[in-house]
């Protein structure tokens, strides 16, 4: 009699650790789901205090003539850069990001701005602004992403001339 039981807690134990098995699977799985989705969100949310601090800097400065404002954007790293172009030229080019490594080419920043739908472009793109207010010498400017990007904003009286800070 004693042997009948001895199986009966065998199997008894199998079923405990693989019930234990799939509880910490669906743990893991869980985790994994929760923290993809708050890094996810922490990236929107950087994204739009770019675009809120970027609106704000253009608005401050550009009806103080002669002031210069050094503007510091937070990325995140995946992004390379920004392209700003002048919304009345569109560049009489094609607007490049030159980084250490490569030389990224943006021609549909240019269409973009030549249609008027935006003139501030994140490379990749996944944001596009409109901000009428800003003038750049020499039709654009791409600024690379190196731990945020550093803009310089001069104010002409009516609009936000935007460089790189040297």
């Known amino acids: 009699m004693e042997k009948g039981n001895t199986r009966a807690q065998i199997i008894g ?3 405990v650790y693989i019930l234990a098995g799939i509880v910490f699977i669906l743990i893991i ?27 704000s800097a253009v608005e401050g400065v550009k009806r103080d003539y002669g002031t210069v404002r050094k503007v510091q954007l937070k990325l995140p790293s995946k992004y390379q850069g920004v392209c700003f172009l002048d919304p ?3 560049a009489n080019e094609t607007p490049e990001l030159v980084l250490s490594y490569q030389t990224i080419e943006a021609p549909w920043a240019q269409e973009a701005c030549s249609v008027k739908s935006a003139n501030v472009f994140l490379i990749p793109r996944t944001l596009d602004l409109s901000l009428p207010d800003i003038q750049v010498d020499n039709g654009y400017v791409c600024i690379p992403n190196l731990n945020g990007i550093t803009v310089r904003l001069e104010g002409t009286g009516r609009k936000a001339k935007a460089s790189q800070w040297q």
């Open 13 to 15: 134990q199998v079923f």
């Open 29 to 55: 799985a869980y985790g994994y789901r929760a923290i993809t989705y708050f890094i996810e969100r922490q990236e929107q949310v950087v994204l739009i205090d770019f675009r809120t601090d970027l609106e």
């Open 88 to 90: 009345l030229t569109c």
